[in-house]
């Protein structure tokens, strides 16, 4: 199978600039992504993003059930295997989106599109977004959430660490403007695909 | 013949229009809440927590441990759901399944995130001696809602639990039990545990029974404790929810832990002082 295509991915070492409480413009980590890059599987993706077990399967398997139209294929099962590369913070996010780009490079149908995105509070309450190991270990409370692409709504939540209420909106929210970004780099990255083959 | 066994989603959905469910609650209704501390002799705290028909049973028992390398001066507290096929035809007899796994991990994320006790007060002796506290959650009937009944139950066993006194003789650096002088510990916050379930994306139903469990398309569980603050927020998929459902989830939660909390308080005011 070819097309195996490689979409620039120049790591910058984790030099971005710290987001502020509501972090203006894309504060995510910079992100890469490969497609195609296994001959045998139907579909596969690699994703790099920036420099847990039953309990995070779960997870990410609800989150896929929830958008997989699997009442298209009955009696099929659709296995997604995720192995990781390197852990640097954020990994159940990571882990969400390279599942995704999975599931669209094997031409599963379904009803949304999905991405992970990782909030960290720190003791004075600071929001950082896609927080590296690091951060996430000194933080407050670590929330990771899996957002669909239609309407933004929160389709699989994971947290750790006290946090009030009014908190997880604002995480939420600035998790929401984030994923707008990570949406666009899903569509980008396809379009690069399908235009060269 | 029946409606209810050929299309259940359909029954549920007749309910659900008149915003009421077939064993006549409300949608925001818990069942009834039923707990009794201390029944177990051979446990040092125990608890049975009934939820409508789910059962779910805490014993804690304390045993001696060493203590973490990385952590000398805390203790354990190790939690374990058993979901046996006596609760439910879904178990099979043999190594713990998925769904059992996932409610220890989450019993396991609530005590670590909301630190309802201290782990700093299980030790004895730095580096060397600590309490562990093995605290065995066994579901005796699951008819939905097993996060809620096993978070009740722990922290109403927590609260039963008695700890003799330990000192260290010097000369012979063996611990001595003294089983006449118990104390209890001491429990810092009361989280509550409040769990929904999403109906056909939209309509959110709270404490659902394992029927509607099964027909929801999602389910939400909220752990509050008493400040208001989040100890965890545990969404395993399923279909979206926005933030302003999730805002209706809370302040459902903050209610939720208002009545928890005074169920405990009378019961354990009811206790005889040993």
């Known amino acids: ?197 | 013949m029946s409606f209810r066994t050929v299309e259940p989603l359909e029954y549920y959905r007749r309910f659900l229009k008149e915003n009421c469910r077939p064993d006549g609650r409300e949608l925001g209704e818990f069942r009834t809440t039923t707990v009794n501390v201390g029944s177990i002799g051979t446990a040092d705290g125990s608890s049975l927590v009934k939820l409508g028909n789910t059962t779910v049973i805490c014993g804690i028992k304390a045993e001696f441990g060493a203590p973490p390398t990385d952590a000398p001066d805390k203790g354990y507290v190790v939690p374990n759901v058993d979901l046996s096929p006596l609760c439910s035809w879904r178990f099979r007899s043999g190594p713990p399944g998925e769904e059992a796994q996932v409610a220890s991990q989450f019993i396991a994320d609530v005590i670590e995130n909301s630190q309802i006790i201290q782990k700093e007060d299980l030790c004895i002796s730095s580096g060397k001696l600590a309490w562990v506290l093995y605290c065995d959650l066994i579901c005796l009937n699951h008819d939905g809602n097993i996060l809620d009944a096993c978070t009740f139950a722990l922290l109403a066993a927590l609260k039963n639990v008695q700890l003799p006194e330990v000192t260290i003789n010097e000369e012979t650096a063996l611990a001595e039990v003294n089983l006449k002088k118990k104390s209890y510990l001491n429990i810092r916050t009361h989280p509550v545990a409040t769990s929904f379930a999403v109906f056909d994306d939209t309509l959110l139903i709270v404490d659902p029974t394992e029927e509607e469990e099964h027909l929801a398309t999602g389910t939400l569980t909220v752990v509050m404790d008493e400040e208001g603050k989040l100890c965890c927020l545990h969404k395993p998929g399923g279909s979206g929810l926005t933030g302003a459902k999730l805002q209706d989830c809370m302040s459902r939660a903050v209610t939720r832990h208002k009545e928890v909390k005074k169920l405990m308080d009378e019961v354990f005011k009811s206790m005889k002082p040993k």
């Open chain 1, 1 to 197: 199978m070819e097309g195996a295509m490689q979409t620039e991915s120049k790591i910058r070492a984790d030099s971005r600039t710290e987001p502020g409480p509501r972090g203006p413009g894309c504060s995510l980590r910079h992100f890469a992504c490969e497609q195609n890059l296994l001959s045998r599987p139907d579909g596969s993706a690699s994703f790099l993003q920036g420099v847990a077990e039953k309990s995070r399967e779960r997870l990410i398997r609800n989150t896929c059930e929830a958008v997989v139209l699997g009442a298209l294929h009955p009696r099929t099962s659709i296995t997604v295997v995720l192995q990781v590369v390197s852990d640097a913070g954020s990994l159940l996010a990571c882990c969400l989106n390279a599942a995704c780009m999975a599931l669209v490079d094997a031409g599963v149908p379904m009803r949304a599109l999905f991405c992970g995105v990782t909030c960290a509070l720190d003791s004075d309450g600071t929001l950082m977004l896609d927080p590296t190991a690091k951060q996430e270990k000194e933080a407050r409370a670590v929330l990771t959430f899996a957002l669909d692409s239609v309407e933004r709504k929160l389709l699989m939540s994971t947290t750790k660490g006290l946090y009030s209420d009014a908190e997880l909106q604002q995480c939420l929210a600035a998790a929401q403007t984030a994923s707008t970004h990570v949406f666009r780099f899903y569509r980008e990255s396809l379009q690069r695909r399908y235009s060269k083959s």
